[in-house]
């Protein structure tokens, strides 16, 4: 009879966050910014149609980095989420807090199960407030940790480099195109550019919106 | 390909399946409790349809309430109207609201005009067992095609029937009334304030005759609702401006 090898605990978990961090660092990374009017997602996208940001409820967007197949389904599944929470309360009591609490859940279960492999993703959940002092901003990690931010979010490969220099430049007050400029200068991209933007000034209870290709090339234009 | 489509885009299937007690549902023993929403007209005109309903919800012979809506902005470019048990109808307007924006945003683009109709449908569909215990919603769908680029008016029947009306297209228990006025005044290819002149007559009309159906309230200023659906979306007239049109079809009678 053979006797399985022993595996010390730290060096299971340690084991699968390599692994789940290699995965990640290997993408595109994706920015999340607050702006005078709202929240700002920029990732580096070459693809049109396969998207990284999106609309996940009224006032609520989502950013997503690693594993297309696996933060497709956690987008699906946000959106299942809020839209069933909405139908059965209200829809103001769906909130980017529960949502992060939600994904963190199903991330940090996944993670220590040792049974699945992890998921090989770092997601961003943003709600923009009524005014700027009630916006949110959620970076969940692929281990199920969760950090609430203050002003902008960064994931995906290479944050430390691109934190500090968002952070060098952030403003929370400057308009749209300032704040897309300066994300597209951090990520050093300007063509394959996806965008959206929560933005608390649109009439419509659907606060977010994607940005379309004409109008990003003129709001970078000021170059 | 087993697994893949294993949850839909929909909404209703997705709650049907992991909560369904938050789906419409009422014991049938209750129905005399239901208050009634009456008439519901709609009419096409060349940029665009119309749709209005009338403020009154009934029991028996009671009036309810005064000033109940029954015509909502379905999503962007569609309009949706329920005659029939209030409460199981502002429920299923609900959830197709929610039905058509989960698709969308799942999917990434919105349902065709089409689509949402069938989607309306086979909502009605599901509660025919209701219908048949006397809590009948009967809707009325209308939208502007993105596709085609006009606007379209569809009707259905309690069995989730879905037909598709030219011109205009009455619901409810004035309906008939309504449906007889607007034979009279309304004009294919007019512009839209003889469209909705026209639906403002018709639902005088049918109150004129169905005692279910409000007229114009005017001592406590309620007007109907009335909602346009054309290429820059739905768009619900302001009660000033249904105030004053309104007044001139009473100036015209």
């Known amino acids: 009879m053979s006797m399985p090898f022993y595996v010390a605990p730290e060096q299971l978990m340690k084991d699968r966050a390599d692994y789940a961090r290699k995965g990640i660092a290997r993408g595109r990374s994706v920015l999340v910014l607050r702006y005078r009017d709202g929240i700002a997602f920029v990732a580096e996208n070459p693809s049109r149609t396969l998207h990284k940001v999106s609309e996940i409820y009224d006032r609520i967007g989502f950013a997503a980095v690693g594993r297309y197949n696996e933060f497709e389904n956690l987008r699906m599944a946000g959106i299942r989420y809020a839209d069933l929470r909405g139908y059965s309360y209200d829809r103001r009591d769906v909130t980017a807090r529960g949502l992060a609490n939600a994904y963190a859940q199903q991330l940090g279960t996944v993670f220590s199960s040792g049974s699945e492999k992890p998921f090989e993703v770092e997601l961003v959940v943003a709600e923009v407030g009524q005014d700027a002092a009630r916006d949110q901003i959620f970076r969940i990690g692929f281990d199920g940790t969760i950090v609430d931010e203050t002003g902008f979010a960064v994931v995906g490969g290479a944050t430390e480099v691109l934190s500090e220099k968002l952070g060098g430049g952030f403003d929370a007050d400057a308009d749209l195109a300032s704040a897309v400029r300066l994300a597209a200068s951090c990520l050093g991209e300007r063509t394959h550019l996806e965008v959206g933007v929560l933005d608390r000034t649109r009439t419509q209870t659907r606060k977010f919106r994607a940005v379309e290709r004409d109008e990003l090339q003129s709001l970078l234009g000021g170059d | 390909m087993s697994g893949v489509g294993e949850l839909s885009s929909s909404f209703s299937q997705f709650v049907a399946r992991v909560a369904p007690e938050a789906l419409p549902r009422v014991d049938a023993e209750h129905v005399q409790l239901a208050p009634h929403g009456t008439t519901i007209v709609a009419a096409s005109y060349a940029d665009g349809v119309v749709m209005a309903g009338d403020r009154r919800a009934t029991m028996g012979s009671l009036i309810a309430q005064r000033d109940i809506e029954k015509v909502f902005g379905a999503d962007e470019f569609s309009i949706v109207g329920i005659a029939g048990a209030a409460g199981i109808a502002m429920e299923l307007v609900r959830l197709f609201q929610v039905e058509l924006q989960h698709y969308e945003k799942l999917e990434g683009v919105a349902l065709s005009l089409d689509g949402k109709a069938n989607r309306l449908g086979s909502l009605v569909r599901g509660n025919l067992e209701l219908a048949l215990r006397g809590l009948a919603v009967i809707p009325m769908f209308a939208g502007w095609d993105v596709d085609r680029r006009v606007g379209r008016i569809f009707s259905y029947d309690a069995t989730g029937g879905r037909y598709e009306e030219t011109g205009f297209h009455a619901v409810g228990s004035g309906a008939a ?63 000033s401006d249904v105030a004053d049109l309104t007044t001139r079809v009473l100036e015209m009678l």
């Not at chain 2, 003889?194 to 159906?213: C, E, G, H, Q, W």
């Open chain 2, 177 to 239: 009334f309504a449906r007889g006025s607007m034979k009279k005044t309304h004009q294919p290819g007019g512009d839209e304030t003889s469209a909705v002149l026209s639906v403002i007559r018709s639902l005088y009309d049918a109150a004129d005759d169905d005692s279910a159906t409000g007229g114009p309230d005017l001592a406590r200023s309620i007007f109907p609702v009335v909602m346009t659906a054309s290429a820059a979306g739905v768009r619900q007239l302001p009660t």
